[in-house]
């Protein structure tokens, strides 16, 4: 099923695609000339731009969210993953990033949710935001340490009823799936990173990869992690991982992650729900009011019944208490 919903003023989008890096010419022809040379030796290099992940700093408005928080930290493959909860009652909501963001990228789902009733934690990936390095050292690291720090933050809530994943954090849940982990009932993907194998040859075009490079990355990457490249595809999951009611969003004007990502995902998932936006891009779909009220609806609706007995939960009503300390938090 697909619903359409058009935000009032329509975002201009970007021209540089997510993996356009500063200094992008001389790169290119760098990466061409040696190519040409040793395409062994430039594949290396492919793989460690593909593999380094920026770290983004939070806007002002998402850091006050964040510093609204507890903070957290969990050990994963023994570095630190920083999280951050708000609220001490209720099923738990987990807010997971993408590639290149960091927790505070979702700050719109949290004042709501928990008016909902629902404790919400979102945490920093390794090697992004507050999070310290990955396993793999600097900023390398892959969607396999999104997905074990999922695993590990989640095993310690005592109840989860739902994951809001952005991008490539979804690509991270899959993972967490094909890793054995028992997934909440209810999920929202926004902007899925369905299908990443598909990306290679947008990114090989973007540095001055040719095709023996290509072939070269793509033999090297599945040797060092023991999976094919369909291994992190989304849609081919087995049956048996796609028992959960699913709310897929996709901007039809997303320039990083193409709406057939979605379309191609909500196809494969028996209970899935496609909401395809216009104008709002990669991120900022994150942020609207019409999308968050959305989410809000899907989760309210069975999700905190099944989890919460009625005297845990927190009624609509308390919106001016939370409000209050909102408000008090931002002052501070």
């Known amino acids: 099923m697909t ?45 460690r731009l593909w593999f380094s992940a920026p770290r983004t700093t939070p806007r002002a408005a998402d850091q006050t969210v964040l510093d609204c928080g507890d903070r957290l930290s969990f050990r994963v493959h023994g570095r630190e993953v920083v999280a951050w909860a708000w609220g001490d009652e209720g099923p738990t909501v987990i807010l997971l990033h993408g590639w290149g963001g960091h927790a505070g990228q979702l700050q719109s789902f949290v004042l709501p949710l928990r008016e909902a009733g629902f404790r919400v934690v979102a945490f920093d990936a390794p090697s992004h935001g507050s999070s310290a390095e990955s396993r793999h050292g600097g900023r390398r690291v892959t969607f396999f340490e999104f997905a074990d720090a999922l695993q590990v933050i989640a095993s310690s809530e005592a109840s989860v009823a739902g994951i809001i994943a952005h991008s490539g954090g ?7 799936l094909r890793a054995g982990w028992t997934p909440p009932a209810s999920m929202v993907f926004v902007a899925p990173f369905v299908h990443p194998v598909a990306s290679i040859d947008g990114f090989a075009q973007a540095i001055g990869a040719n095709a023996r490079v290509v072939a070269e990355f793509r033999a090297r990457v599945e040797r060092w992690l023991g999976h094919p490249w369909s291994y992190l595809d989304i849609a081919p999951l087995d049956d048996a991982h796609k028992q959960q009611r699913l709310l897929v969003v996709h901007d039809e004007d997303d320039r990083e992650v193409p709406l057939t990502h979605a379309r191609t995902l909500t196809a494969s998932w028996p209970s899935a729900h496609l909401v395809v936006t216009r104008g709002l891009g990669h991120r ?49």
């Not at 979804?170 to 967490?176: F, N």
């Not at 609509?316 to 409000?323: C, E, I, P, Q, T």
């Open 3 to 47: 619903a359409q919903h058009s935000p009032r003023t329509p975002v201009k989008r970007s021209e540089t695609p997510a993996w356009i890096l500063p200094g992008q010419r001389l790169l290119r022809v760098g990466v061409r000339m040696l190519g040409a040379i040793s395409p062994s030796y430039a594949a290396k290099v492919m793989d």
């Open 170 to 176: 979804c690509t991270a849940v899959s993972l967490a």
């Open 284 to 332: 900022r779909v994150l942020r609207d009011p019409a999308i968050v009220e959305k989410v809000l609806g899907f989760f309210t609706n069975g999700s905190l019944a099944a989890h919460t007995k009625a005297s845990d939960y927190l009624p609509r009503d308390s919106r001016a208490a939370l409000d209050k300390a909102y408000e008090a938090c931002v002052s501070r």
